[in-house]
């Protein structure tokens, strides 16, 4: 059965730096590309980064040279590390199964997601 579980999320300040991290149960990893996304109330949910099996690595352009996405197959866990985070970036972020092109899988399934603030 998939788990999502999403973590790191809280309150920073403009220009500071979080790291998310996405706990992935079973063999996902080795089976799935995997996506950050992210969804504010009443907007639709975005693509932010998403990383193949190989290690391919492809950003929004909103994002791009501020957000990374690594995975760690060995802990089943994949991380975004956001820096120089804007106030714009604050919503809630998911991660999910994508094909290798960055759509979610559909799957019935969303974790709960982790609420990141930027905020002085």
């Known amino acids: 059965q998939l788990q999502l579980v999403e973590s790191g999320g809280g309150l920073v300040q403009p220009g500071g730096s979080l790291r998310l991290s996405c706990a992935v149960s079973g063999s996902i990893l080795s089976i799935f590309a995997m996506g950050w996304f992210r969804q504010s109330p009443g907007a639709q949910r975005e693509l932010v980064a998403h990383i193949t099996k190989t290690g391919t690595t492809n950003y929004a352009d909103s994002v791009k040279g501020r957000f990374t996405i690594s995975r760690d197959n060995a802990k089943n866990t994949v991380y975004l590390q956001r820096n120089s985070l804007k106030v714009e970036d604050t919503t809630v972020y998911y991660c999910?199964?994508?094909?290798?092109?960055?759509?979610?899988?559909?799957?019935?399934?969303w974790g709960q997601g982790t609420q990141v603030t930027v905020a002085s």
């Open positions: 999910h199964p994508t094909s290798v092109g960055g759509s979610p899988m559909p799957l019935n399934y």
